[in-house]
């Protein structure tokens, strides 16, 4: 079954620190995987998506996540944190059908000034 | 740029009674969702429906629930006799065809006293 694990529950950066959030995977195929954000009381947005084109994928705001399928891992970084990036931020997995979303348990990131 | 919306916001009820929760997909977007959150757990997959069938459920989405389209512009969810442990936040999702990037709405909060 597929699943995935975030390592962080909560992150804390200085702004303009680099941003690092862990994610590892477990799938018996070739996954698509995801990074959603979610800011306080508004629904989830999509910041990048690796469907096993390029191994490094950019996304919005600055974000980028490198696939590594020998380390089974899908983390996200960015190079320079903002005020506004602090979110609760969601690793996820598609089913093998392409259907359901899978979700890593959150990570919130906080960032101070 | 379109957005997927949810009604209401926040719904409290009493147990054992009836709601409805209300969503409306991107116009042209073929594929919906529904998936929850439990404070504190993981976002987890309800249903999934394409031409006025459901075409993938999880184990969660029992008796209690159905979905349905009735007209061309809303999805909703229903929970038949709310418990208790269906409170949660609800969030309605859709996409032109399944595999692609689902796109989210704000979510519903559903409190059950």
């Known amino acids: 079954a597929q699943s995935v694990t975030q390592l962080d529950s909560h992150v804390s950066v200085s702004e303009g620190t680099p941003v690092l959030l862990r994610c590892n995977y477990s799938?018996?195929?070739?996954?698509?995987l995801f990074w959603y954000v979610q800011h306080p009381n508004k629904g989830l947005q999509l910041l990048l998506k690796?469907?096993?084109?390029?191994?490094l994928v950019k996304g919005i705001n600055g974000f980028e996540a490198e696939f590594k399928k020998s380390e089974t891992s899908f983390h996200l970084t960015k190079p320079s944190a903002h005020m506004s990036d602090a979110a609760e931020y969601f690793c996820?997995?598609?089913?093998?059908?392409?259907?359901?979303?899978?979700f890593g348990k959150g990570t919130t990131l906080s960032v101070s000034s | 740029e379109p957005e997927v919306t949810q009604t209401p916001s926040h719904q409290v009820t009493q147990m054992g009674q009836e709601v409805i929760l209300r969503c409306v997909p991107i116009?042209?977007?073929?594929?919906f969702y529904w998936y929850r959150q439990i404070l504190g757990q993981k976002v987890e997959f309800l249903v999934s429906?394409?031409?006025?069938?459901?075409?993938?459920k999880s184990e969660i989405f029992d008796d209690q629930f159905s979905v349905e389209r009735p007209d061309g512009s809303n999805f909703t969810l229903k929970i038949r006799s709310t418990k208790l442990e269906d409170s949660a936040m609800y969030f309605c999702?859709?996409?032109?065809?399944?595999?692609?990037?689902?796109?989210f709405g704000p979510g519903t909060r559903l409190t059950v006293l």
């Open positions: 996820v997995v598609s089913d093998q059908a392409g259907t359901a979303l899978i």
């Open positions: 799938s018996s195929y070739s996954p698509s």
């Open positions: 690796y469907t096993s084109a390029a191994t």
């Open positions: 116009s042209n977007h073929l594929y």
């Open positions: 429906f394409y031409n006025n069938e459901i075409s993938e």
């Open positions: 999702a859709s996409n032109v065809r399944t595999a692609d990037t689902q796109y």
